[in-house]
């Protein structure tokens, strides 16, 4: 078993958040999306700082080797707010010592800070270890997801 550390991502984090960006494209297997065009320093700093953006990444030594991407949504109907997990990953070499349910605990302990009432997460059908681990973390929706295009200025 390895050690490591669980870290809530700060706007002076810049260097673990492209390291994390870094890992999540080869354990997703996009690079291209998630390293070959990562925004600058300003935006990232920007999203960093952000009460909407939650970053945490697992560290081993130095080397980032697990991290969860979440954003708050401020709810219209009542004054509260939801915790969506966009992405979550863990390196190839460090599965299976729980480090992504270490990340979903303290995206839940900063979920209390926030005051959220609920945290979600979507899992593609085909991706058997996730929808284990969430179904180890919370009650399973069937739901459908939509992508709508952006329109175009004609």
């Known amino acids: 078993m390895m050690s490591y550390r669980i870290k809530k991502l700060a706007t002076s984090d810049e260097a673990l958040m492209r390291a994390m960006l870094d890992m999540f494209?080869?354990?997703?297997?996009?690079?291209?999306?998630?390293?070959?065009?990562?925004?600058?320093?300003?935006?990232?700093?920007?999203?960093?700082?952000?009460?909407?953006?939650?970053?945490?990444?697992?560290?081993?030594?130095?080397?980032?080797v697990g991290g969860l991407a979440a954003y708050v949504l401020h709810k219209f109907e009542q004054a509260r707010s939801e915790i969506y997990i966009y992405d979550l990953a863990v390196a190839e070499k460090y599965r299976r010592q729980a480090i992504a349910t270490a990340l979903i605990q303290k995206l839940q302990s900063i979920a209390h800070e926030y005051q959220a009432y609920v945290m979600f997460v979507q899992a593609d059908l085909v991706d058997e270890p996730a929808i284990a681990l969430y179904t180890q973390q919370g009650i399973r929706e069937d739901v459908l997801h939509f992508d709508i295009p952006v329109m175009q200025d004609n």
């Open 25 to 64: 494209g080869q354990a997703f297997e996009d690079v291209d999306t998630y390293s070959t065009k990562q925004p600058d320093s300003s935006y990232l700093q920007k999203l960093l700082s952000s009460d909407t953006f939650i970053a945490i990444a697992a560290i081993d030594q130095h080397k980032v």
